[in-house]
């Protein structure tokens, strides 16, 4: 049964100190790194680099953190996977469920939604620290809780890309350098070009840019990366042996 399938990867999950460790400094990194671009316009304003009447909307402090603390998100999610396979204890797994589609999905049920919650409340404490920061100077824009929303959406895609880059490639060195070329590298490509990459689409959805194409298609983008890698990932966990 699926539910037991889950029940099981969620006792694995957090048996180790690793998980923690990893969602707890994606919280921190996207925090700090918000907090302190939000303290830099304040202090730019403050010296006389910027306009006296110059304003800053949160989520421009808070979406560059989110692009930021997503490896370490990544890293949660590929440690579900690649641990396993590093450790041999996948055989052990898939004496328990022999069945992989039901793993898989276990585990990405499991991952998935503990990274997505992770950043649904780390953005909404972000929102309110920049906020707090930038006090006065803080421009109207996208409500706290819709940014915090649209985060935790766009990290539970993005975990399911993550997810299928680790069954394919096994290897958590691996799949992390693949999340880094996934969800980051890509930006550096022609803009024209990087909006049609998760990492491009993820930003327009998560800061409701409409430049290229209205932000939800950005959701509808990075869908589709993700149902793509983690079908190509389903195909080699058939196929290869444990």
């Known amino acids: 049964m699926i539910v037991d399938a889950v029940r099981a990867e969620w006792g694995k999950t957090w048996s180790l100190r690793s998980p923690f460790l990893c969602l707890a400094g994606a919280s921190v990194l ?6 302190s671009l939000a303290n830099d316009f304040v202090y730019g304003l403050a010296r006389g680099d910027r306009g006296s009447g110059t304003t800053m909307e949160p989520i421009d402090a808070v979406a560059p953190a989110v692009q930021f603390g997503l490896l370490l998100l990544a890293a949660f999610v590929l ?10 204890s996948i055989r052990s797994t898939l004496l328990a469920e022999p069945r992989r589609w039901p793993m ?3 585990k990405t049920a499991v991952s998935a939604f503990s990274a997505a919650l ?3 409340v780390t953005v909404a404490v972000a929102g309110e620290l ?8 803080a421009a109207a824009g996208a409500s706290i809780p819709a940014t915090a929303a649209r985060a935790a959406l766009i990290v539970l895609v993005d975990a399911v890309i993550v997810v299928g880059l680790a069954v394919m490639v096994r290897h958590s060195v691996g799949a992390l350098a693949l999340s880094f070329v996934v969800f980051v590298a890509t930006l550096a490509l022609p803009s024209s070009v990087a909006v049609w990459s998760p990492a491009g689409a993820g930003s327009a959805f998560l800061t409701g840019d409409a ?11 990075t869908a589709s990366w993700a149902v793509a890698i983690y079908a190509a990932g389903v195909i080699v966990l058939r196929r290869r042996d444990a």
């Open 79 to 88: 440690l579900t996977v690649t641990s396993e396979y590093v450790s041999g």
């Open 211 to 221: 430049t290229s194409y209205p932000a939800v298609v950005g959701l509808v983008i």
């Open 104 to 106: 898989l999905a276990a």
């Open 118 to 120: 992770v950043a649904l």
């Open 30 to 35: 996207i925090c700090a790194t918000a907090w």
């Open 130 to 137: 920049v906020q707090l920061v930038l006090g006065e100077h």
